[in-house]
């Protein structure tokens, strides 16, 4: 098969993710949303050092035909309306609209009733 008759040939970086459980995560949504996605750039994170630590974070590669849906999801996640994300006590940030944290799957601080503060400490 030639090379330009493969789609995924053309395919473009739609995301660049913070790390690497944000990489998959993403590519997790587009994925369950129906978006093929290829991750590219986990390997790398093993050349940490080598190269420059951004660059070694994974990115989302999809095909033309997918780029603006997926991007309009992952709009939709990174930039929450109401602006600001919470911190989870693993460290991590969430989006506002995530009801538990997307790393350790912890519930969201004072979201239910009866949530324990201590807990966080
Ligand atoms: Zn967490």
Known sequence: MPLDRDPWS?????YRAHG??????????????????????ELLSSLQGAIPLADSWPSLWVVPHNEARARSIIDSMDTAPSGAGWACGCGETN???????WACGRDRPGLGQGEDPADAA
């Open 10 to 14: 053309r395919k473009i970086c739609v």
């Open 20 to 41: 690497p459980a944000d990489g998959h995560f993403m590519r997790d949504l587009l994925v369950s949303s129906g978006i093929p996605v290829e991750m590219r750039g």
């Open 95 to 101: 989006a506002s609209s995530f009801g538990s944290c």
